[in-house]
Structure formats: C-alpha cells, structure tokens
C-alpha cells in the first residue's frame, strides 16, 4: 500500500493484539509518553526512547531489513494518509 501498489480501497485496517502490549511495556519502561495534541492523545519519544534508537539504528545486525523498510518508506506514512486509510470504505464484494 505504501509503495502505491494496492488500492487503499482494499485495504483493511487490523490491529495486532501485541500492539497496545508493546505501547504500555514502552510507556513502563519510559521509552515513550502519552501526550495531548490538538486534542487527540498522542505519544512521544522520551530521551531514553530515543538513545534506544540510535543504538538500534546505529547497531549492527539489529533490525536491518525493518530499518530499511522505514528509512525507504517513512516519508510516506503522513497523517493525511492515515486519516485517508482509516476513513476508506471497504467495497461491497
């Protein structure tokens, strides 16, 4: 989707059950903060959070095809094409 190559039509928003796991050990381990911008709850790198990605980006061996996949592709990931993911209606088979 990111590369332009499936329609955001088709596509349908899952949440890995991991995923608010993985948020709550970041905020336990002060990696990151629950913050309010613009009215919405929204989370933020904490110093500690972000020495651990420098050492990760930093690193060797760690994390090298995901690291990739993000230093190729994160620009695209803006919050206008987030709201236009979650906001797609998924067509009528």
Known sequence: MLLGTTPLISWRMRLEPAFGR?????????????????GRATLELSASG??????????????????????????KVTEAFVDQVLHSVRAPR
């Open 22 to 38: 993985n948020i709550d050990l970041l905020v336990g381990t002060g990696h990151v903060q629950w913050l309010t911008s613009s």
């Open 50 to 75: 972000k020495e651990l990605c420098e050492a990760l980006l930093n690193g060797e061996g760690y994390l090298v095809e995901e690291i990739e996949f993000l230093r190729a592709n994160s620009s």
